[in-house]
């Protein structure tokens, strides 16, 4: 059997543990997608892989580690790409869509630190090492105290580099420890009033051509409404922010039955102003939601607020 499909993905450990899960899915839901050589898996290196020296915010925010895997959808190279849904870009290009979100994973963020210690307990002056600036802001917001310094790479790099004492504590999303069986390591989960987490964390989703009805009809099935409906209101919220890497965002949504609740926050890079909005509504108020938190907190910004 000739392959049926192409998924592209990052090459990283979790990129590749995610799409392995998307193909899982395809196959399990499709019967003549259950051939071993039915789906391929292709591997592109994306300019967020290749830049390691620094942050994601100083390089140029999130499309970095979507754009060459849409450039290889666009010119036919593969078929879907899969990605973690905290990356995607607030708008997608044209010819695009998001056809799919699988379940989502715990959105928290787990804790790691070399004395066995939570964020709470580190000694004054500890260094934590983090790639991104809604992390870096939430921890100086709760403790000023602390040294925050930028620490990229995967999952293994990162806590290689604690290993080696370069930082005395970081953090990482519990989603991605889940999915690479690494929980074993987490000092503690940080709950959402300490950590409140990226928009869309713990979501995968799968992107394909607008117009491939053949690719977009297989995806759909493995669509979760639940998860659909909390990324529409994160992301809701963070297209009325306007929001990039180097915005300090976050954004959770939760749904019980029917019943939505929205809790956001912008916060300046040295975690000194904060600025929430919440909302609670229905499933089907998702996008709204999220756009009336966004214009809230986006009204109480003053001009200068992202240039300090």
């Known amino acids: 059997m000739s392959t049926a499909l192409r998924i592209g993905t990052r090459g990283s450990p979790l990129a590749l543990a995610q799409a392995h899960e998307t193909r899982d899915r395809l196959a399990a839901a499709h019967p003549d997608l259950a051939a071993p ?14 830049i390691l020296d620094r942050t994601l915010a100083e390089a140029g925010g999130k499309g970095l580690f979507t754009k060459e895997l849409e450039e290889a959808l666009a010119d036919g190279r593969v078929d879907l790409a899969v990605h973690s849904m905290k990356d995607v870009p607030t708008w997608l ?3 695009m869509a998001l056809a799919s979100l699988l379940p989502r994973e715990d959105p928290r963020d787990a804790f790691f630190s070399r004395g066995g ?3 709470d307990d580190l000694p004054a002056g500890s260094v934590v090492g983090t790639a991104g600036l809604r992390r870096q802001a939430q921890v100086l917001e709760r403790r000023p105290d602390l040294t925050v310094v930028p620490l990229r790479g995967n999952v293994q790099t990162r806590l290689s580099k604690l290993d080696a004492g370069e930082v005395d504590a970081t953090l990482l999303a519990l989603a991605g420890l889940r999915r690479l069986g690494l929980t074993e390591r987490i000092t503690a989960v940080l709950e959402p009033d ?15 051509r607008s117009a491939d009805d053949r690719t977009r009809a297989y995806v759909a099935a493995l669509n979760c409404p639940a998860t659909a409906t909390r990324v529409t209101a994160e992301r809701a919220l963070l ?7 180097r915005t300090p965002i ?3 949504a939760r749904l019980d039955g029917d019943a939505l609740t929205l809790e956001a926050k912008v916060l300046s890079p040295d975690g000194r102003r904060v600025f929430r ?3 609670a509504g229905t499933a089907a108020e998702a996008a709204a939601m999220g756009a009336d938190a966004g214009a809230e907190i986006k009204a109480q910004l003053p001009p200068d607020f992202f240039r300090t």
């Open 277 to 279: 909005a919440g909302r």
């Open 93 to 95: 290009p044209d010819g």
């Open 239 to 245: 297209a009325a922010l306007d929001g990039s890497c």
């Open 117 to 119: 210690h939570g964020l």
């Open 194 to 208: 300490v950590m409140l987490p990226a928009v869309a964390q713990g979501a995968i989703g799968i992107e394909t």
């Open 250 to 252: 976050a954004a959770l």
């Open 37 to 50: 050589d039915a789906i391929e898996i292709v591997v592109i290196k994306t300019t967020g892989d290749r």
